[in-house]
């Protein structure tokens, strides 16, 4: 066993290529044997059949990526991420499945490529050789710096992960492509392309220490916020040096026993800090994986602890002047003014039928809901007696998932912008943290103020 934990993701190019190929392989034969039987079943005998086969076949292939770790996990879980927009959503159903939590390496597999970015100034940190956390791509130490006592984390990414990232990222593109499950084109080229430079981001610690500080700054005058100060004399490419804060996950039995109240205003603070990001900053942190906050309990008011931007991204105001419009015309319940907003976020055309138009914003307005200043629409299980949305009964992601789900089956449908789905990404995220909250409050109230500073410009 501790031979496998050791080789964990060292398994030579050459073994990684090979199981991904058999693992497509295996699926494409029995996709394609199921087919072979067609004639003998009714169409729809035949619809469900390939759905029960392509689903338990992806099943297979997704557990293999997850058995090689390393980034053909965070590939998949990417994928899953975009896949809604050009994947068969039994493939996509299976990929959301990825786990991102996996057996650390030992310390003896970690020690070496520590040693060799860090050199004499190891010698100041005692380090705890069990982690705290793993993920994909790398884990979490805790350590101590031994002249200051100054207690740190220290993120270390896995050997070797940062030089397979094309490689492994071209092998499961090529295995979609044998099943057939995406076909070549220059749009889906491009949008491919830039999904693997976004993982190439992310495995990137000194970018991931400029975003903290940079992040930091930011909230600097919030005491809502808290993020951890960088150590920069113990940072490097495959080490980040981090201020250990401790704290709660949203989903803990000690969140759960808050007030409304303090629910509420950690709810609010998650749903502004999302708003600042879009009307004041241009960058935002994408990946709203609940394991990238953690709840400070400071007495009558607790803190969001911010952790982890190796996802953040930079938005150019093409994107986010028609993403603001967008949200702004859908806080006053303005169709047309959505209509125009989705088509200059390029998500349909201005040359497809106006009831395509209207059918996508209706989605987007429906995935605002939350933030329009009218609630009359509004399911009467989604308000309480004040009249305050309930964000946790409102059932709102269920109903955005089944209209988005009939989008997908248009003639007209095109890829939308990678910033796109990052957005929808991130406030889904967000929503579903305002949720396992149990929040009741208006997202209007949060976003007025920003409504009136761009209706004022």
Same mark, same amino acid.
């Given at each position: 066993?501790a031979?496998k934990?050791?080789?964990g993701?060292?398994?030579?190019?050459?073994?990684?290529?090979?199981a991904v190929?058999?693992?497509?392989?295996k699926?494409?034969?029995a996709v394609l044997s199921?087919r072979?039987a067609? %004639?003998l079943?009714s169409e729809?005998?035949r619809?469900n059949k390939?759905?029960?086969?392509?689903a338990?076949?992806?099943?297979?292939?997704?557990a293999?990526?997850?058995k090689l770790k390393?980034?053909?996990v965070?590939?998949?879980?990417?994928l899953a991420?975009?896949g809604e927009?050009?994947l068969?959503?039994?493939l996509?159903?299976?990929l959301?499945?990825l786990?991102d939590?996996?057996?650390?390496?030992? %310390?003896?597999?970690?020690?070496?490529q520590?040693?060799?970015?860090?050199g004499?100034r190891?010698?100041?940190?005692e380090?705890?050789?069990?982690?705290?956390?793993?993920?994909s791509?790398g884990q979490v130490?805790?350590?101590?710096?031994?002249?200051t006592g100054e207690?740190?984390c220290?993120?270390?990414?896995?050997?070797?992960?940062a030089?397979?990232i !094309?490689s492994?990222?071209? !092998?499961?593109v090529?295995?979609l492509?044998l099943?057939r499950?995406i076909?070549?084109?220059r749009?889906l080229d491009e949008f491919?392309e830039?999904v693997?430079?976004?993982?190439?981001?992310e495995?990137?610690?000194?970018r991931?220490?400029?975003m903290?500080?940079y992040?930091?700054?930011?909230?600097? !005058?919030?005491?809502r916020?808290i993020i951890?100060?960088v150590y920069?004399?113990?940072?490097?490419?495959?080490?980040l040096?981090?201020?250990?804060l401790p704290?709660?996950?949203?989903t803990?039995?000690?969140v759960?026993k808050?007030?409304l109240?303090?629910?509420?205003?950690?709810?609010?603070?998650?749903?502004?800090l999302?708003l600042?990001e879009v009307?004041? %900053?241009g960058?935002?942190?994408t990946d709203?994986n609940f394991?990238?906050?953690?709840?400070l309990?400071d007495?009558?008011?607790?803190?969001?602890?911010?952790?982890?931007?190796?996802a953040v991204c930079e938005?150019?105001?093409?994107?986010? !002047?028609?993403l603001r419009?967008t949200i702004?015309?859908?806080f006053?319940?303005n169709l047309p003014?959505?209509?125009e907003?989705v088509?200059?976020?390029?998500c349909?055309?201005s040359?497809?039928p106006?009831?395509?138009q209207e059918?996508f914003?209706?989605?987007?307005?429906?995935?605002?809901?939350p933030?329009?200043?009218?609630?009359?629409?509004v399911?009467?299980y989604?308000l309480?007696?004040r009249g305050e949305y309930?964000w946790?009964?409102?059932?709102?992601i269920?109903?955005?998932?089944k209209m988005?789900a009939k989008?997908s089956?248009?003639p007209h449908?095109t890829?939308?912008p990678?910033?796109?789905?990052?957005i929808?990404?991130k406030?889904?995220?967000v929503?579903?943290?305002?949720?396992?909250?149990?929040?009741e409050?208006n997202?209007?109230?949060?976003l007025a103020?920003?409504?009136?500073? %761009?209706e004022?410009?």
């Amino acid at each position: 066993m501790a031979d496998k934990k050791l080789r964990g993701i060292k398994k030579n190019r050459l073994q990684r290529r090979l199981a991904v190929s058999m693992a497509g392989m295996k699926a494409t034969s029995a996709v394609l044997s199921s087919r072979s039987a067609d %004639w003998l079943r009714s169409e729809e005998g035949r619809r469900n059949k390939r759905s029960q086969v392509l689903a338990r076949e992806t099943q297979k292939f997704v557990a293999e990526l997850g058995k090689l770790k390393g980034s053909y996990v965070k590939i998949g879980q990417m994928l899953a991420l975009f896949g809604e927009h050009f994947l068969p959503p039994e493939l996509t159903e299976a990929l959301h499945g990825l786990n991102d939590q996996t057996q650390a390496l030992e %310390w003896r597999a970690m020690e070496p490529q520590l040693v060799e970015e860090l050199g004499s100034r190891l010698d100041e940190l005692e380090i705890d050789p069990e982690p705290l956390a793993a993920a994909s791509l790398g884990q979490v130490h805790r350590a101590v710096i031994k002249k200051t006592g100054e207690e740190i984390c220290l993120k270390l990414r896995y050997p070797g992960v940062a030089e397979t990232i !094309d490689s492994d990222f071209a !092998d499961v593109v090529r295995m979609l492509r044998l099943m057939r499950f995406i076909q070549a084109g220059r749009d889906l080229d491009e949008f491919l392309e830039e999904v693997c430079s976004m993982l190439h981001d992310e495995v990137n610690y000194r970018r991931e220490a400029d975003m903290t500080e940079y992040m930091s700054d930011h909230v600097a !005058d919030d005491d809502r916020f808290i993020i951890p100060k960088v150590y920069r004399d113990y940072c490097s490419d495959s080490v980040l040096a981090l201020e250990y804060l401790p704290g709660y996950e949203v989903t803990s039995d000690k969140v759960k026993k808050l007030p409304l109240a303090q629910r509420n205003h950690l709810a609010q603070a998650m749903l502004d800090l999302f708003l600042r990001e879009v009307f004041d %900053w241009g960058v935002l942190q994408t990946d709203p994986n609940f394991g990238n906050y953690r709840i400070l309990l400071d007495g009558d008011k607790p803190r969001l602890v911010l952790l982890d931007f190796g996802a953040v991204c930079e938005f150019s105001d093409d994107f986010l !002047d028609p993403l603001r419009a967008t949200i702004v015309h859908a806080f006053r319940d303005n169709l047309p003014g959505v209509v125009e907003g989705v088509v200059g976020l390029r998500c349909v055309s201005s040359d497809h039928p106006e009831e395509v138009q209207e059918s996508f914003a209706r989605f987007c307005m429906q995935l605002l809901e939350p933030l329009e200043e009218n609630l009359s629409s509004v399911p009467k299980y989604a308000l309480n007696s004040r009249g305050e949305y309930k964000w946790a009964k409102s059932q709102l992601i269920k109903r955005a998932g089944k209209m988005a789900a009939k989008s997908s089956f248009s003639p007209h449908f095109t890829l939308p912008p990678k910033e796109f789905a990052l957005i929808a990404r991130k406030l889904t995220g967000v929503f579903t943290f305002i949720s396992v909250l149990r929040a009741e409050f208006n997202g209007s109230d949060c976003l007025a103020g920003y409504v009136q500073e %761009w209706e004022s410009k």
